[in-house]
């Protein structure tokens, strides 16, 4: 069978792990994540997509090194031209892709090919394995992983002028993004001059990210990217059936009260076995039905109590996401590049949480990142 070869970037060198070495300190946040993950699993699971499996045809790069890369590119919320430019720059982010001081990091266009590459099929389930991935990795090394998974959904602006968009649709010419649909931001009271109560709604135009994250552990276990107009609860089953197979010990799951529907709390505690922390919306304990007792039960239980208290969790981390890692606005135009940064972003703050988690090393955004 013949050798897999890829090209070389001399890291045993002098240029390479031994200037390394000395330039950077051991407990930098680089040098702990490269202990704590081994890049080659996924070299050979990536290689299979590559034209000739990196045996026939020019050697290719790394595909471990291209990840890396685009990982960069997440970290610091650069565009794949500022990425190629930084790591160039700055020495510790080439130790970390695995280049030698004295070799150029790979051309911008390469992480575009690359994500070519990984959604040829027209899906997101290597982007989707890599974060299960990197779950199995956190156990692995010993990540204690809690009973509360908290489920809820956070939006993204598309890459898209609308006032430029509805005109070209007026035109009858094709919307810039026509995977972008509008939705509901949110909804607010107020009151007016004739002291009235009314509801205001704040709409968005892009993409939704479903996510549910491990409570204890802070970590996004699985993820399904979708329209700005989709129900939140349309992926709440799946997320849940996907924490399920990776063996989360799951007890019970939390989401704020646009998932209080009857058939959710039912696929929780009767299909699954599992404790229903979804809130509660004021018309099931306040409304006239002889039923609503089941609704006063529930609320009463502890586990419904914790898992209102660990609910903020998922918030804060969305908060992370749009503002350090640029997930407030859509990188790229449809749904599947949105997918591409909606699990690219998951896994940046796993591993980011990893890191601190098992050596206590906190990332530490520079002060100054090259535009």
């Known amino acids: 069978m013949p050798r897999k070869r890829y090209i070389k ?3 045993d060198s002098f240029f390479g792990h031994y200037l390394y070495d000395q330039l950077i300190p051991k407990n930098h946040f680089y040098r702990k994540l490269n202990e704590i993950i081994n890049w080659e699993r996924f070299t050979q699971a990536l290689i299979e997509f590559y034209k000739g499996g990196g045996e026939y045809g020019r050697p290719p790069y790394d ?22 430019i930084y790591v160039n720059e700055n020495v510790p982010a080439k130790y970390f892709v695995g280049l030698a001081i004295d070799k150029s990091a790979p051309d911008h266009s390469t992480m575009t090919y690359f994500k070519k590459r990984l959604i040829r099929n027209g899906n997101l389930v290597v982007f989707e394995s890599m974060l299960a991935e990197m779950i199995q990795i956190a156990m692995e090394k010993g990540v204690q992983f809690g009973s509360i998974q908290v489920i809820d959904s956070v939006h993204s602006v598309a890459h898209v002028n ?27 009271k107020f009151k007016t001059t004739d002291g009235e109560i009314k509801k ?20 996004i276990t699985s993820v399904s990217p979708s329209s700005g107009e989709v129900w939140d ?6 997320l849940v059936e996907k ?16 998932y209080d529907d009857h058939d959710l709390h039912y696929f929780l505690q009767v299909e699954k076995g599992l404790h229903s922390g979804i809130l509660l919306k004021k018309t099931r304990t306040h409304k006239k039905d002889r039923n609503k007792e089941v609704w006063f039960r529930l609320l009463e239980t502890p586990q419904y109590q914790q ?27 449809g749904l599947l590049g949105f997918g591409i940064q909606a699990y690219m972003t998951a896994i940046v703050l796993n591993i980011k949480r990893m890191v601190k988690i098992l050596t206590n090393v906190s990332f530490k955004p520079p002060l100054y990142v090259h535009a």
């Open 9 to 11: 970037q001399d890291q």
């Open 200 to 219: 205001q709604i704040k709409y968005f135009y892009g993409y939704k990210a479903h996510e549910s994250l491990n409570a204890e552990t802070h970590l």
């Open 243 to 258: 924490d399920l197979a990776q063996s989360i010990p799951i007890d019970t799951v939390s989401a704020d009260r646009s």
């Open 307 to 333: 898992a209102k208290k660990e609910r903020y969790k998922i918030e804060r981390k969305f908060g992370e996401a749009k503002q350090g890692h640029g997930f407030a606005r859509c990188r790229y135009v």
């Open 63 to 84: 595909p471990a090194l291209v990840l890396k890369m685009l990982f960069v590119s997440y970290l610091y919320n650069l565009s794949e031209r500022q990425t190629e």
């Open 162 to 188: 609308t006032n430029k968009n509805e005109k070209r649709q007026k035109k009858d010419q094709k919307p810039r993004d026509p995977d972008a649909k509008w939705g509901a931001k949110h909804e607010r």
């Open 233 to 238: 609860g349309k992926y709440f089953k799946s």
